[in-house]
C-alpha cells in the first residue's frame, strides 16, 4: 500500500533556527514528490520535486528530493515566526496523479 | 486565494442527516479531486474526475459518500446519514492534468461537524 512518512511530527524552535524536516516514500508508480505549507486554511503549494539531486529554492526554504533513497528534505534557514505551520508531504502517482500525503510535521518558531 | 472554492465553508449537522458540499474548480482545469483531512493528518484521498468522469475511488468512500461532476466544471460531494466519524475538512483540488506538472491546487475547504 502506498505510504508516506514524515518526521518529526513536530518541533519547536527559535527565530533565526535552521530546520530540517524528513519526508520518506512508499509510492506505486511514483511521479512527484510535493511540499505543501498549512496553516488554518487549505494547503498551499511550496516546492514540486520530480528529479533526484537538484534543489528546488524559494528565499529561505529549499528542498531536494532522492529517488534511490525514496525521500526528501525540506531545509527553512532563519526560521520566522511566519512559518509555524503544518508542513506536508506528498508522493503522486502516475496516471490519476493523486496525491499521498503525509500526516505532516508541526513547526512552531517561538519569538 | 487560489482560484477553487467550496461551499459552505462550515456545515454542522444532526447524526443522520444528509450533506452536500460543492466546489467550483480552477475554470479550465480538467482534473478535480476530493480528500478528506482529520485533525492530526494529512489530507487522505476521496476520488478523482476527468473531466466528467469518476475515475477512481479510495475505498474510505463507503456506499454512504456519493460524488458528481455532471458537466465537467463544477462538483459535489454527498454523504447520507452521516456519522460522527464523518466530522472532518473535506477539500477539493482542482488541475489542469497535463505534462508532469500537475499541481493541484486546494480550496479553503468545507469543515464538517456531525453532532
Known amino acids: 500500500e502506498d505510504k508516506v512518512v514524515q518526521s518529526p511530527l513536530s518541533l519547536v524552535v527559535h527565530e533565526g533556527d535552521t530546520v530540517t524536516l524528513n519526508c520518506s516514500y512508499e509510492?506505486?508508480?511514483?511521479?512527484?514528490l510535493l511540499w505543501y505549507k498549512q496553516e488554518k486554511k487549505a494547503p498551499t503549494f511550496l516546492f514540486m520535486l520530480?528529479?533526484?539531486?537538484i534543489e528546488k529554492k524559494s528565499g529561505r526554504l529549499s528542498s531536494i528530493l532522492d529517488k534511490k533513497e525514496l525521500f526528501s528534505i525540506l531545509n527553512i534557514t532563519a526560521t520566522q515566526t511566519g512559518d509555524s505551520a503544518i508542513y506536508l508531504c506528498?508522493?503522486?502517482?502516475?496516471?490519476?496523479?493523486?496525491?499521498?500525503f503525509g500526516t505532516g510535521t508541526r513547526l512552531k518558531v517561538l519569538a | 486565494d487560489t482560484g477553487v472554492s467550496q461551499n459552505p465553508r462550515h456545515k454542522i449537522t444532526k447524526r443522520g442527516q444528509n450533506v452536500t458540499f460543492r466546489c467550483d474548480p480552477i475554470?479550465?482545469?480538467?482534473?478535480l479531486y476530493w480528500y478528506r483531512q482529520t485533525l492530526g493528518q494529512g489530507p487522505e484521498f476521496l476520488t478523482y474526475?476527468?473531466?466528467?468522469?469518476?475515475?477512481?475511488k479510495s475505498r474510505l468512500l463507503s456506499d454512504r459518500f456519493s460524488a458528481e461532476r455532471p458537466k465537467g466544471s463544477f462538483s459535489t460531494l454527498e454523504i447520507q446519514r452521516t456519522e460522527q466519524g464523518d466530522s472532518a475538512m473535506y477539500l477539493c483540488?482542482?488541475?489542469?492534468?497535463?505534462?508532469?506538472?500537475?499541481?493541484?491546487?486546494f480550496g479553503p475547504g468545507t469543515r464538517l461537524t456531525v453532532l
Open positions: 483540488a482542482s488541475s489542469l492534468g497535463s505534462g508532469i506538472l500537475n499541481e493541484q491546487f
Open positions: 509510492v506505486t508508480n511514483f511521479r512527484s
Open positions: 520530480t528529479s533526484s539531486g
Open positions: 506528498a508522493g503522486v502517482t502516475s496516471g490519476t496523479y493523486k496525491y499521498i
Open positions: 475554470s479550465e482545469h480538467n482534473r
Open positions: 474526475f476527468q473531466n466528467e468522469a469518476q475515475l477512481e
